[in-house]
């Protein structure tokens, strides 16, 4: 197996014990998971932050190892640094413009690696539906050629949720546009993902 493929040992023991423990507890509505299965080459799978456990989804549903992009102070508190180690994710500081953590993942990316993200930068904790996306998401995808898959989360962390929702939408390319149009149209697409999720929820 190609080492950028290997799953830590934590990142293993979480997507095959705890995985099927985590989507019974929660009870989460998986749209389009299928397009997970077409991956292949340089991905970016990038959307909304409501929870600190929005990431465990998609790591329990992809076959393939995502390595995914997290702030720095889970890195520096003990009581998280164990889990975001141990699941290979890559430690951004938000409080400066961080290179040496876009540099790794575009090096993965590079190796034909998998990178989850959050173009939001933070857990929206705001009334506003979806924050502003940062560039880094679109940037790194036209550095790398990397197709990025967007995906909607809305609903409650709640025990045996009722409504809480991911759709993944269809992956797509932004090698040809500027980076303002890029950006618009993956905060767009994820946008209407959400949408999509209440209105169905609504029915």
């Not at 929870?51 to 720095?72: G, P, R």
């Not at 209407?192 to 209440?198: H, T």
Request: proline share 3%.
């Amino acid at each position: 197996m190609n080492k950028i493929y290997k799953m830590p040992w934590l990142y293993r023991i979480g997507r095959f014990i705890l995985g099927p423990i985590f989507m019974w507890y929660y009870n989460p509505k998986v749209i389009n998971k299928e397009v997970l299965d077409t991956i292949d080459g340089p991905t970016l799978i990038a959307g909304n932050h409501k929870h600190l456990y929005d990431q465990c989804m998609t790591i329990v549903l992809s076959k393939k190892f995502v390595k995914y992009m997290a702030k720095k102070e889970y890195f520096d508190d003990w009581k998280t640094r164990w889990f975001f180690k141990g699941v290979g994710c890559i430690s951004v500081n938000r409080q400066v413009k961080d290179s040496g953590s876009k540099e790794e993942a575009i090096e993965h990316l590079n190796k034909g690696g998998i990178i989850g993200l959050f173009p939001e930068g933070t857990r929206n904790k705001t009334d506003k539906f979806l924050l502003d996306f940062k560039f880094g998401t679109v940037s790194m995808a036209q550095k790398t050629d990397a197709t990025i898959i967007p995906f909607g989360i809305t609903g409650d962390y709640k025990f045996r949720s009722k409504n809480l929702t991911i759709r993944y939408g269809k992956p797509f390319k932004v090698n040809d546009m500027s980076l303002e149009d890029a950006n618009e149209k993956l905060y767009n697409a994820v946008k209407k993902l959400m949408e999509e999720n209440i209105k169905e929820e609504n029915k």
